[in-house]
């Protein structure tokens, strides 16, 4: 495992962007890549949601999607072929997506150790809501049982991460009825609202997810760039 020398103190940048659309997000993380590479911006993490959407990654086959074209329009969802890792999975109302911009040269150089850090944020998130979760030897991402409770594709370019994690709050699990999530066959998916029979508050889980993630990757303090990012967005930089 190649890890270069961590500063003592690191300052994450965290913004809450509620309910945004995929597209609209996707093209805020290249803004953010960018400024990032050029030290710009601290280490940024979004949490947001997005409305019904079907994401391929890079090497997704499009066969797993198994929605038709009447299912897609009466449901209104998208679909977009994007440059993450991974095969097809859901995005929708009541799952937090987090998106982290971050400089693994300031931390790892190891994008496996990065996976894991991910998964060890969910995983830790899950066990203080009583939800016992953890790693399945063949597949990335965090899962309750044979059960994925929240899927994990990134794109990693000159040590910059984009894309992230979309954790099962309390989404509509009928959504991954017309996909084979992650291209996984025999596999099932959950949420916590499932695991526990409870609706959660998302601001409540993302505190929590804010809280571990800062612990898992080493962080001093977190500011709050919420004003920052939401004047990138009306600006369309």
């Known amino acids: 495992?190649?890890?270069?020398?961590?500063?003592?103190?690191?300052?994450?940048?965290?913004?809450?962007?509620?309910?945004?659309?995929?597209?609209?997000?996707?093209?805020?993380?290249?803004?953010?890549?960018?400024?990032?590479?050029?030290?710009?911006?601290?280490?940024?993490?979004?949490?947001?949601?997005?409305?019904?959407?079907?994401?391929?990654?890079?090497?997704?086959?499009?066969?797993?999607i198994l929605a038709d074209e009447e299912f897609l329009n009466e449901h209104d969802i998208s679909v977009f072929e994007i440059d993450r890792g991974g095969d097809v999975t859901y995005h929708g109302p009541g799952q937090i997506v987090g998106y982290a911009i971050i400089n693994l040269a300031e931390w790892k150089k190891d994008t496996?150790?990065?996976?894991?850090?991910?998964?060890?944020?969910?995983?830790?998130?899950?066990?203080?809501?009583g939800v016992s979760a953890g790693r399945n030897p063949e597949y990335t991402g965090v899962w309750v049982g044979e059960n994925k409770i929240?899927?994990?594709?990134?794109?990693?370019?000159?040590?910059?991460?984009?894309?992230?994690?979309?954790?099962?709050v309390n989404p509509e699990l009928k959504f991954f009825e017309s996909i084979i999530p992650c291209g996984i066959k025999g596999k099932g998916v959950t949420s916590l609202k499932k695991e526990t029979a409870k609706e959660y508050s998302l601001?409540?889980?993302?505190?929590?997810?804010?809280?571990n993630f800062m612990?898992?990757?080493?962080?001093?303090?977190?500011?709050?760039?919420?004003?920052f990012v939401t004047n990138l967005i009306s600006k369309k930089e």
């Open 150 to 168: 929240c899927a994990i594709g990134v794109k990693v370019s000159r040590w910059i991460t984009m894309h992230g994690f979309a954790f099962n």
């Open 215 to 227: 612990r898992v990757f080493s962080y001093s303090e977190k500011k709050n760039f919420s004003d």
């Open 112 to 129: 496996h150790e990065y996976l894991r850090a991910l998964e060890q944020t969910v995983i830790n998130t899950c066990e203080e809501l």
């Open 1 to 64: 495992m190649q890890t270069t020398k961590q500063s003592t103190f690191r300052t994450l940048a965290y913004a809450d962007l509620g309910l945004i659309e995929y597209a609209e997000a996707w093209r805020l993380q290249k803004i953010l890549h960018e400024k990032r590479r050029r030290d710009e911006i601290n280490d940024t993490l979004l949490l947001l949601e997005h409305p019904h959407t079907y994401t391929l990654g890079k090497v997704a086959d499009t066969a797993n």
């Open 203 to 211: 601001n409540e889980i993302k505190i929590a997810l804010v809280k």
